[in-house]
């Protein structure tokens, strides 16, 4: 039996999963019992297909990359847009990596909410539903009796909202602090060896970290939506990014990071959030962080993540240097999930 | 319904873990479902008891911290010893945290085993039985369907068990390497600061950090254990200290520091684990570590374990300046997660 697998978005991250399953499909149906087969794609730009008995998966990578349509792959339907796809297709998971709406964490949250309403498990890379959509699509899931996972949305495949649920029992999440978004990091890194933000900028760019347009990173949005994702689902707040004081980093001079290096300490884009009176408050905004310091010593592409507790103190998650593999594997990470919690998945 | 436990050992830890179970009763029993009634405790000086209709543990946690003897707690039957409070005691959990013997994991095994043989599942904050026959004895748990559960063995109540086992599904360990031993930190903290190895020894003795007779941490054998800990579990080694080439931090100069702080690093005591060819290997020594790493900005009692992993490249779990409290907090995570993973217990 095969667990029946779909995806809205075929970009880098969604790829590199398809090829993470195929390379580990023997340990995984050794280790797991778990065999899976993609019975839909949906793409922007290289339409959007069908399939019941099965779309070869690395036979529509390689068409993707090639600049091909996916309907060039033996055995597949034609599908008018995503949500056609949904519709058509029999999956029991819906992977969902569509590109970010900063507005309003669409197209995302409406395929995410088809899916469900269809009896679908959703996993998502997608930091936008989480922010703006996260109680509505909790509360669908759980009344159709169906997973929601988001692990790749903050940190990529580094457990966040994993760590809480499942390896934190009974702890209540007071505040967090965070270094979460890669390209400033890279711009103060770079800063901090003597380059001009233009250029530091364009090195992010090359790295193919940040965006053409970084406007989006640059003024603390992506840290800000990310803020917004952790506050809502392990604070039980229902903030949206609007809600939070935002600065980002353009403010930042050389003088600055010199000015810190001379005292030990560096500076970051930090996301922070904390219980006050009026129930979780964030914020985001450049600070000074000693180097000898768990945030202060994020370096690079590198994030990290600490957590205040009532019962477990503080604990730090850091994930070094991450590549698009590892948002890959939190859709691995969170199928697994699904699939232990529930192995009649493949009936 | 009642959750029947018992406790073998009641040292700090153990009544920390009293205290917590205590004070967060009604968020357990609301949240959770979960009352607990205490059915055995044995102690080194201060008698073993049991009692089929519970024991009050805030009675028994006071009579033990002014110097007095279990049996004087209303309703508590006299046992010989600790083996014979675990074979009269009808538990359906045992909480195991006497105090470690260095050379074979005794006698705590030995409860571990008895309390698994007679149907208990088992929670220790120990690490010798996890370094000395980790194997053995979840395979005796596995054969009688128990769990045998230990994630305050090493970091207190940071998860790093459960991380690998319930946070990255799928991943491979391939290695990590450690900043493990809350002595060895403060005393290399500081002689940082210009204090001498003895006064910092002292200083650590003071905090209540280092036992004694610490020789135990400033020879590493605290670091060896805990990393043939983590090896056993993570990486499927069949090790025992012993077999670990381990270098404590006696040669460590104040000199040694100040070099490495002239360019920007600093010295921890790391205790480190890789796949060899031969299978995993294990090193316990000083280490140069550059301020701005993970491990380098461990600083006082704070610990940090980086795994090297398969998918999910390298992450990091850290502890800030743990206390007591967050060892409690690993005996109460362990309850709940046995609990949650078969209600069926309190029946």
């Known amino acids: 039996m095969h667990v029946r697998i779909a995806f809205a978005g075929f970009g880098n991250v969604a790829r590199a999963f398809a090829r993470i399953l195929n390379e580990h499909q023997s340990r995984l149906a050794e280790d797991y019992g778990l065999r899976c087969k993609t019975v839909g794609i949906a793409t922007a730009r290289h339409g959007c297909v069908t399939s019941a008995d099965g779309i070869d998966l690395l036979q529509a990578v390689d068409r993707v990359e090639r600049g091909n349509q996916l ?131 364009v090195q992010a760019q090359r790295l193919g970290i940040a965006e053409a347009n970084a406007d989006y990173d640059i003024d603390g949005w992506d840290a800000t939506v990310k803020a917004v994702a952790l506050a809502n689902v392990l604070m039980g707040a229902d903030l949206r990014p609007p809600d939070v004081a935002r600065t980002g980093i353009r403010g930042v001079t050389i003088e600055d990071l010199r000015s810190a290096a001379d005292t030990g300490a560096t500076i970051r884009l930090v996301a922070r959030g904390r219980l006050g009176s009026g129930g979780p408050q964030l914020i985001v905004e450049p600070e000074r962080l000693s180097l000898g310091s768990t945030l202060g010593a994020v370096r690079g592409t590198s994030n990290a993540l600490v957590l205040e507790t009532d019962l477990m103190g503080e604990i730090a998650i850091c994930e070094n240097e991450p590549g698009v593999r590892q948002t890959a594997y939190a859709l691995m990470s969170d199928l697994l999930t699904i699939y232990n919690d529930g192995p009649e998945l493949c009936v």
Chains 1, 2 share one sequence.
Request: hydrophobic letters at 40%; one cysteine or more; proline letters at 6%.
């Open 71 to 201: 309907i060039e792959v033996p055995g597949s339907l034609h599908a008018e847009d995503p949500p056609a796809m949904i519709n058509d297709c029999s999956a029991q998971v819906l992977f969902e990596t569509t590109p970010l709406n900063l507005n309003a964490g669409e197209p995302a949250t409406t395929y995410i909410r088809s899916a469900l309403a269809r009896g679908m498990h959703v996993v998502t890379a997608n930091k936008g539903p989480i922010a703006f959509a996260y109680r509505q699509l909790k509360a669908l899931a759980d009344g159709n009796r169906l997973s929601f996972r988001f692990e790749g949305s903050v940190m990529d495949g580094a457990p966040v909202f994993n760590l809480v649920e499942r390896c934190l029992p009974g702890v209540r999440v007071l505040g967090f602090s965070g270094v979460l978004n890669s390209t400033t990091n890279i711009i103060l890194t770079g800063m901090e060896s003597g380059r001009s933000f233009e250029e530091s900028l």
